[in-house]
């Protein structure tokens, strides 16, 4: 299946892996209005289709450079919540584990995007950053609190209030992206990153997604208590059961 909006384009393999494609690569896939309604609309037709894998590219020289900032100009500053929506929460709110494929620059919102998925890989010439301090702003789109969580207080608050960018290395080093490749490996190296995704019962993966992020910054007794509930629904699959029989067979 193949689907092509204005500003993104949408491929599924044999119902298993979406690939999702930020397309307005003459403007380094900045986040206007029109494409993030048709990335909304895309999220909604993948999950409609249950597939295993979603990756989150960008066209031409960058994931993405942050957003539009001509839209800025246009919002009531009073309903800049309204006028986003739950954009950012896209890829965190998707079933299926999502893998932000970074090949250049992810910069303001097109890093809080990159950081709402579940995985990222980065290739050796990609560039990220919140740079919106150099705008009198900070970012808006979950940069402040995302981007703690991933690499902690202090590196957060250094690339925040400095607005600098880091090489895809160090923001591997920091645990910002998950795997860093050569640029002319990604396609090879995405295919074995995102292999052991399918091989999983999917209802378990998607439990697991669902508990990690409902936990996150929770306290710990909440946190435990959404891991059992979890627990205990797969328990009861006939799925689960099977799987464990089999196990204990081999033994």
């Not at 590219?57 to 309204?82: E, M, N, V």
């Not at 250049?104 to 995007?113: D, P, R, S, V």
């Not at 919140?130 to 957060?156: C, D, K, N, S």
């Not at 910002?176 to 209802?203: G, T």
């Amino acid at each position: 299946m193949s689907t092509e909006f204005d500003y993104v384009n949408l491929e599924i393999d044999n119902e298993e892996i979406a690939r999702v494609e930020l397309d307005r690569p003459d403007h380094l896939n900045s986040l206007n209005q029109e494409l993030r309604s048709e990335l909304t609309e895309v999220f909604g037709l993948v999950e409609k289709k249950s597939v295993s894998v979603v990756t989150l590219w960008g066209a031409g020289k960058a994931f993405s450079a942050g957003a539009d900032l001509g839209d800025f100009l246009k919002i009531d500053p009073d309903l800049y919540t309204q006028f986003m929506g739950d954009f950012f929460n896209l890829p965190e709110k998707c079933s299926a584990p999502t893998v932000a494929v970074i090949d250049g620059y992810a910069l303001g919102g097109g890093l809080e995007l990159a950081m709402a998925c579940d995985l990222r890989v980065a290739t050796d010439r990609s560039r990220l950053g919140q740079p919106e301090i150099g705008l009198g702003l900070i970012p808006g789109g979950g940069g402040t609190q995302r981007l703690t969580r991933l690499v902690g207080m202090g590196r957060a608050k250094e690339l925040i209030m400095t607005g600098k960018q880091i090489s895809a290395k160090r923001a591997g080093d920091w645990g910002l992206v998950n795997k860093v490749v050569e640029a002319q490996e990604l396609d090879d190296a995405l295919v074995d990153f995102i292999k052991p995704l399918l091989d999983p019962p999917q209802k378990a993966l998607r439990v697991a997604k669902r508990v990690i992020d409902q936990g996150a910054g929770r306290d710990l007794p909440i946190g435990l208590e959404i891991e059992k509930q979890g627990f205990s629904t797969l328990l009861s699959t006939e799925e689960a059961r099977e799987r464990i029989s089999a196990f204990l067979n081999k033994s």
